[in-house]
């Protein structure tokens, strides 16, 4: 994507990198330092090795996390977010607090659809 495409609601450029159940949860733990695939793997119980990996590459490519190789046998393979990555860390915050302020029911698949809730549909902030 050029960036004369970019959207330019803030919230659908954080979408554009930050998409699916498993972005931000990478971005989670790596928030708590440094980790190795296998770290990063037993800390998201579901997450196959495939979807993993895809996440990290594209992270790396657009500079939220870098990857670091050290020449062992076998070779370790560290992951660190990098300062714009660590940028991601208020934003994780404000959703963690506004998923446990939330009321409980509107998790359950019990919930009335979002209009019922008062949501208009538009993009945000």
Known sequence: MEEDELPECGVARFLILLDGP???LIVR???HGPHRFTQLRDA???ISAHTLTNRLRRFATH???TRTVYPEIPPRVVYALTPV????QPVLNAM???GISAPATIFTADA???SEHGSTGRGAV
């Open 96 to 98: 963690n607090d506004w």
């Open 112 to 114: 009335p659809p979002a």
């Open 29 to 31: 733990e790596l928030l």
């Open 22 to 24: 498993w972005a931000t």
């Open 85 to 88: 990555g660590y940028r991601l």
């Open 63 to 65: 500079g939220i996390v």
């Open 44 to 46: 998201l119980p579901g």
